[in-house]
């Protein structure tokens, strides 16, 4: 998703929310992103070293005096936040769209409370969160005058309507 967006006019991706934050700067680097564009933010006391990277600029948690303010000047500076913290990226006012493709329907739940108490439209690929508290999601959002929507694209057998590939071996789902 990450990269589709990057070849989008007017659209660029600022921020990535991901449990491991190294392992989220390596899918960045891998489709094309530029280390030095990376700020890693990460929740638990220090970073995790496993990513050497010394053009990854890596803040820790609470060796970090990080505010909202220097998260967006970075966002400004076009660097790209990754955080294991969605919550530091939701009252951004830089952002104006949130993606969710977690999945797991507590985490998708919270992800779109709060995107959508933040005012920041919400794109769910999380069909798990919708189904159980997607009608409600949607009244807040249409009550805050934003988007809330479901959008395809995260199950195996969509890839190949979508023609981002020429020939499926396999597909199936591990649930």
Not at 72 to 93: F, Q, Y
Not at 104 to 131: C, L, W, Y
């Amino acid at each position: 998703m990450v990269a589709h967006i990057e070849t989008l006019s007017g659209m660029e991706v600022s921020a990535v929310a991901d449990m491991d934050v190294n392992r989220a700067a390596e899918i960045l680097k891998a489709v094309g992103m530029e280390a030095s564009r990376m700020v890693l933010l990460e929740s638990g006391i220090k970073v995790n070293n496993a990513n050497t990277d010394s053009d990854i600029i890596k803040i820790a948690g609470q060796d970090r005096s990080i505010t909202k303010q220097k998260i967006s000047d970075a966002i400004n500076e076009g660097k790209i936040i990754v955080t294991d913290n969605i919550g530091e990226l939701t009252g951004i006012k830089e952002l104006d769209v949130v993606f969710d493709s977690t999945g797991n329907p507590e985490a998708g739940a919270q992800i779109s409370f709060s995107a959508i108490s933040n005012r920041k439209h919400m794109v769910t690929f999380n069909v798990e969160a919708d189904t159980t508290i997607g009608p409600l999601l949607k009244k807040m959002a249409d009550n805050a005058g934003i988007v809330y929507t479901v959008a395809a694209g995260d199950e195996p057998t969509i890839v190949p309507k979508a023609g981002l590939v020429s020939e499926v071996v396999t597909y199936g789902k591990r649930t």
